[in-house]
């Protein structure tokens, strides 16, 4: 028979501690974590972008004076070749230096650089 007062009552209650936070919440801070992510590679870009434009317009700049300088070194490999040239020929009768062995009018520039 049943004690007096009955039986304890049966506890089918499972006592789970607090595991963390909820799916929402991860959800939400995944959320603002890849946000977060996606603004800082937004102002990369932009950086990215700023750092290119000045490097292209740097370059722009440059182009006069290394137009300039591969002019003077051109004329300066030029006039040691005619040197060279003279030197070279100087025992043959009727050479001119510096004039071109083909029947061009027409000023050419040296397309190759041979180094010595």
Known sequence: MPPPGGFEAVRYKR?????????????????AVCAYGFYR?????????????????????LVPLLLAEGDRDAYRRQQAALEREKEIMKDVKGWEVGKSVYDGRRYRSVDTIVLV
């Open 15 to 31: 006592n789970l501690p607090f595991r963390g936070p909820s799916g929402l919440v991860i959800l939400g801070a995944v959320t």
């Open 41 to 61: 590679v937004g102002m990369g870009n932009l950086e990215r972008r700023e750092l290119q434009r000045e490097k292209v317009w740097s370059r722009i700049h």
